[in-house]
């Protein structure tokens, strides 16, 4: 029998972005034809060789509305003629072209929600663009009845404003072997996106009293007002920005860390549902870490001690929690076994039962 084709449609240049490798990987793994669709930018990087397929798109624009536009069409185009089975749009950024390729040829359409994409600080912080984004949403994500998400809350969320039900997907890292090393230096990493939400404006300067190096393995929208605030406080001896770090790069950065960073502002409801990938993938290394006390974290961490959560997020709230962890070694190593119980609970391969449930029954 022909493997059932699955498309799934990104907004990046695919080499980093490890959730839809770990999905798609799964989903080829099963049987499935699965190419991935993102688009190609001027730095972009020769593409990583993986065990589905994967398609850049060319876009004239790097940035801003034009950007969109120019992708949608090019998107709704390739899907329009590619051969498929199953359309999946990751996100409200390529709902629109998925949705309508999918009401043309009459194909199965399935929704991948990373985050409650309407309430983003950068989009509910511009009246406009928010309000577009919303009728998208209103438009589009009714009539996709098949879906996935990462969390309780977020599917809880969905249910409530758009009345689906959607699974709950969680971005669990792939369970394996593991050795904890000595850690010679107890550095703290933030690895991820370096956006706006992102807390940097508490965190570096609680950097000021705190006796460690902050590695920052990541880049975007705030990354140059990062630096310049970590200049600001006299801080770049301490705080190490890394730009993009590769995957495979990025694993020995996470398993040398004695201390992770999880931190979003509470300025927007996905942000306060969320339930990051760093999260499992700091549990995953034996890595206690500072997180907020969101709802998500908190439900984890109410089973396994995995994390210090903090309330109230300030610079010295930031600086006493880390220096806790630093300091208190019985706490940590406490924190540290939890880790390595959660991981065997919280991990990839059980998320992927999840995930090919969604898909076996949607294409059975």
Same mark, same amino acid.
């Given at each position: 029998?022909?493997?059932?084709?699955?498309?799934?449609?990104?907004?990046?240049?695919?080499?980093?972005?490890?959730?839809?490798?770990?999905?798609?990987?799964?989903?080829?793994?099963?049987?499935?034809?699965?190419?991935?669709?993102?688009?190609?930018?001027?730095?972009?990087?020769?593409?990583?060789?993986?065990?589905?397929?994967?398609?850049?798109?060319?876009?004239?624009?790097?940035?801003?509305?034009?950007?969109?536009?120019?992708?949608?069409?090019?998107?709704?185009?390739?899907?329009?003629?590619?051969?498929?089975?199953?359309?999946?749009?990751?996100?409200?950024?390529?709902?629109?072209?998925?949705?309508?390729?999918?009401?043309?040829?009459?194909?199965?359409?399935?929704?991948?929600?990373?985050?409650?994409?309407?309430?983003?600080?950068?989009?509910?912080?511009?009246?406009?663009?928010?309000?577009?984004?919303?009728?998208?949403?209103?438009?589009?994500?009714?009539?996709?009845?098949?879906?996935?998400?990462?969390?309780?809350?977020?599917?809880?969320?969905?249910?409530?404003?758009?009345?689906?039900? +959607? !699974?709950? =997907?969680? #971005?669990?890292?792939?369970?394996?072997? $593991?050795?904890?090393?000595?850690?010679? &230096?107890?550095?703290?990493?933030?690895?991820?996106?370096?956006?706006?939400?992102?807390?940097?404006?508490?965190?570096?300067?609680?950097?000021?009293?705190?006796?460690?190096?902050?590695?920052?393995?990541?880049?975007?929208?705030?990354?140059?007002?990062?630096?310049?605030?970590?200049?600001?406080?006299?801080?770049?001896?301490?705080?190490?920005?890394?730009?993009?770090?590769?995957?495979?790069?990025?694993?020995?950065?996470?398993?040398?860390?004695?201390?992770?960073?999880?931190?979003?502002?509470?300025?927007?409801?996905?942000?306060?549902?969320?339930?990051?990938?760093?999260?499992?993938?700091?549990?995953?290394?034996?890595?206690?870490?500072?997180?907020?006390?969101?709802?998500? +974290? !908190?439900? =984890?961490? #109410?089973?396994?001690?995995?994390?210090? $959560?903090?309330?109230?997020?300030?610079? &010295?709230?930031?600086?006493?929690?880390?220096?806790?962890?630093?300091?208190?070694?019985?706490?940590?190593?406490?924190?540290?076994?939890?880790?390595?119980?959660?991981?065997?609970?919280?991990?990839?391969?059980?998320?992927?039962?999840?995930?090919?449930?969604?898909?076996?029954?949607?294409?059975?």
């Amino acid at each position: 029998m022909k493997a059932k084709r699955i498309i799934c449609t990104v907004t990046n240049d695919l080499n980093y972005d490890q959730r839809m490798i770990r999905i798609c990987t799964s989903l080829a793994g099963a049987g499935y034809d699965v190419t991935l669709v993102g688009f190609k930018r001027k730095a972009s990087k020769s593409l990583v060789s993986r065990t589905f397929k994967q398609v850049r798109l060319p876009i004239i624009v790097e940035q801003g509305k034009l950007l969109y536009i120019h992708y949608w069409f090019n998107l709704f185009f390739f899907l329009l003629f590619r051969k498929a089975d199953v359309f999946c749009a990751i996100d409200l950024d390529t709902i629109l072209p998925v949705y309508y390729a999918s009401l043309i040829r009459g194909k199965k359409r399935v929704y991948d929600a990373h985050e409650i994409f309407t309430d983003l600080k950068e989009v509910i912080s511009r009246p406009s663009i928010h309000k577009m984004w919303t009728w998208i949403g209103n438009h589009t994500v009714p009539h996709f009845k098949t879906g996935y998400t990462i969390g309780d809350c977020y599917a809880a969320e969905f249910k409530k404003r758009y009345g689906v039900d +959607y !699974e709950v =997907v969680r #971005n669990a890292t792939i369970l394996k072997p $593991l050795d904890v090393p000595e850690k010679k &230096e107890r550095f703290i990493l933030y690895q991820g996106w370096v956006n706006v939400g992102r807390c940097f404006e508490l965190l570096i300067p609680a950097m000021q009293h705190v006796e460690a190096k902050l590695i920052v393995c990541g880049s975007g929208n705030f990354y140059k007002e990062a630096v310049d605030l970590t200049k600001k406080y006299g801080l770049e001896d301490k705080i190490i920005f890394k730009g993009y770090v590769p995957p495979s790069e990025l694993t020995d950065y996470t398993l040398q860390a004695y201390i992770g960073i999880t931190l979003f502002e509470d300025t927007s409801l996905s942000n306060r549902l969320s339930l990051a990938n760093r999260f499992f993938d700091y549990m995953h290394f034996g890595v206690p870490q500072l997180c907020n006390k969101y709802p998500e +974290y !908190e439900h =984890v961490n #109410n089973q396994f001690e995995v994390a210090t $959560l903090v309330d109230e997020l300030t610079p &010295e709230n930031i600086a006493m929690a880390l220096n806790k962890l630093l300091n208190d070694e019985e706490y940590y190593y406490r924190l540290q076994q939890n880790c390595l119980n959660a991981r065997i609970r919280y991990c990839w391969q059980m998320e992927e039962e999840r995930l090919l449930a969604v898909y076996e029954k949607l294409l059975n």
